[in-house]
């Protein structure tokens, strides 16, 4: 199983204790700390994962489940009316971020914050995040990465200018949180409230055609 690099700061020593606890014979110990460092490997597994094709589709940018699907009037960085769909990721759950569909950045935004649970409604303008907009051939997204109660950080992979193709990842996200996608109006959806996602393999929505518009 590949594991992410960033998992190895937990990873290691909890091994390393592991290790030492069980030279020592302290049996309890050591089977928490083994049970510790499987923990750590789960939670960082970086899977492979091959997009499906199609330059219309709009994939999911993270692992976990849809907790909000709802409209919205108007956006500063995008063409109103749109949708958002809010993904919840649980600490069971891959915490890479990916790239919805092949695109640039154009804007990387942080926002410091608050760490109230990811599945509630004032986490997304109150804690910490860090959100980027996307240009693709198609239109714009904008993509909102947010902690929670377990989560204290967000690695970004990407930078202004970057060009990154769908599904490729774009960040990680440490021990629960969630990603908020805002997506014009011409992106039809194809998801619905609860559904679980997968990161680069489920098709969150497509583009519709100008002329269907």
Same mark, same amino acid.
Request: overall charge positive; hydrophobic content about 45%; charged content about 20%.
């Given at each position: 199983? =590949?594991?992410? *690099?960033?998992?190895?700061i937990f990873y290691l020593p909890s091994l390393g204790?592991?290790? #030492?606890?069980?030279?020592?014979?302290?049996?309890?110990? @050591?089977?928490?700390?083994?049970?510790?460092?499987?923990?750590?490997?789960?939670?960082? *597994?970086?899977?492979?994962?091959?997009?499906?094709?199609?330059?219309?589709?709009?994939l999911s940018p993270a692992d976990g489940q849809i +907790?909000? +699907?709802?409209?919205? @009037?108007?956006?500063?960085?995008?063409? %109103?009316? %749109? =949708? $958002?769909? &809010? +993904? !919840?990721? @649980?600490?069971?759950?891959?915490?890479?971020?990916?790239?919805? !569909?092949?695109?640039?950045?154009? *804007? +990387?935004?942080?926002?410091?914050?608050?760490?109230?649970?990811?599945?509630?409604?004032?986490?997304?303008?109150?804690?910490?995040?860090? @959100?980027?907009? #996307?240009? %693709?051939? *198609?239109?714009?997204? !904008?993509?909102?990465?947010? $902690?929670?109660?377990?989560?204290? /950080?967000?690695?970004?992979? $990407?930078?202004?200018?970057? =060009?990154?193709?769908?599904?490729?990842?774009?960040? #990680?996200?440490?021990?629960?949180? /969630?990603?908020?996608?805002?997506?014009?109006?011409?992106?039809?959806?194809?998801? &619905?409230?609860?559904?679980?996602?997968? %990161?680069?393999?489920?098709?969150?929505?497509?583009?519709?055609?100008? &002329?269907?518009?």
């Amino acid at each position: 199983m =590949k594991v992410a *690099r960033e998992g190895l700061i937990f990873y290691l020593p909890s091994l390393g204790v592991f290790l #030492l606890t069980l030279a020592l014979g302290w049996w309890l110990a @050591s089977l928490f700390f083994l049970l510790l460092s499987a923990a750590f490997l789960f939670f960082f *597994r970086d899977p492979d994962r091959q997009p499906p094709a199609g330059e219309n589709l709009v994939l999911s940018p993270a692992d976990g489940q849809i +907790i909000k +699907i709802e409209e919205f @009037s108007s956006h500063p960085d995008l063409p %109103g009316p %749109g =949708k $958002v769909v &809010s +993904i !919840f990721l @649980s600490l069971l759950d891959v915490h890479f971020t990916r790239a919805p !569909f092949t695109s640039e950045v154009r *804007r +990387i935004d942080y926002q410091p914050g608050k760490f109230f649970p990811a599945y509630r409604e004032e986490a997304s303008s109150q804690n910490e995040s860090r @959100s980027l907009l #996307l240009h %693709g051939n *198609r239109g714009p997204a !904008f993509l909102k990465q947010m $902690v929670g109660v377990a989560a204290r /950080r967000i690695k970004c992979y $990407v930078k202004p200018g970057d =060009k990154v193709a769908a599904g490729q990842k774009i960040g #990680l996200m440490y021990f629960g949180s /969630r990603v908020d996608l805002y997506l014009p109006g011409q992106v039809e959806l194809k998801v &619905s409230l609860n559904q679980k996602v997968k %990161g680069a393999l489920t098709v969150i929505g497509e583009w519709r055609d100008e &002329s269907q518009n």
